[in-house]
T-cell receptor, first 111, second 116 residues
């Protein structure tokens, strides 16, 4: 079955600390991989996407993600978190015209 | 260049009423996708439409839900005889012709439906 697992429901970090959000997927074919961010009451904004090539992809707002085929993972990282990064983060996979989303990780940032 | 516009932002309906959610894609985009987000869950695909065509409705509930994307005007997601379980955030995304998933989709801010 196709699925996306985000094991961490809620993560709290201090401002300036590094961040890694985990994403594991199960997908029959080679997937396209995405990370989206959702601020409260808002829609989803695309942070980055991976289709092929270099397994480390850079996104907006200083985020990056690394695709590891052997681990079926696509973890999101940021070296230094800002208070404005507090939001919900969704990992998604697909290779047709519909995406499968994880249940999200809510990030809280303390000053 | 306006993004994907959804309205209303918030919609309250009594059980048994109809809900109509509207989505205007980004300028130049001809593909529209509807997703539903239940409380504390991720987004779930509902339907993919192009102008005047439903391409994939595999995620739509079999009853009470319908979607259209007419030649002129916004895409409409219609829910008849709403029940409390329909309470959710409904998001629309769009993409240009021929790009689809390669584009990564642009999402609107959603319509939050509350059924009382």
């Amino acid at each position: 079955a196709q699925s996306v697992t985000q094991p961490d429901i809620h993560i709290t970090v201090s401002e300036g600390a590094s961040l890694e959000l985990r994403c594991n997927y199960s997908y029959g074919a080679t997937p396209y991989l995405f990370w989206y961010v959702q601020s409260p009451g808002q829609g989803l904004q695309l942070l980055l996407k991976y289709f092929s090539g270099d397994t480390l992809v850079q996104g907006i707002k200083g985020f990056e993600a690394e695709f590891k085929r052997s681990q079926s993972s696509f973890n999101l990282r940021k070296p230094s978190v800002h208070w404005s990064d507090a939001a919900e983060y969704f990992c998604a996979v697909g290779n047709t015209d519909k995406l499968i989303f994880g249940t999200g990780t809510r990030l809280q940032v303390f000053p | 260049n306006a993004g994907v516009m959804q309205n209303p932002r918030h919609l309250v309906r009594r059980r048994g009423q109809e809900a109509r959610l509207r989505c205007s894609p980004m300028k130049g985009h001809s593909h529209v996708y509807w997703y539903r987000q239940l409380p504390e869950e991720g987004l779930k695909f509902m339907v993919y439409l192009q102008k005047e065509n439903i391409i994939d409705e595999s995620g739509m509930p079999k009853e009470r839900f319908s979607a259209e994307f007419p030649k002129e005007g916004p895409s409409i997601l219609r829910i008849q005889q709403v029940v409390r379980g329909d309470s959710a955030a409904y998001f629309c995304a769009s993409s240009p012709e021929g790009q689809g998933i390669n584009y990564g989709y642009t999402f609107g801010s959603g319509t939050r439906l509350t059924v009382v």
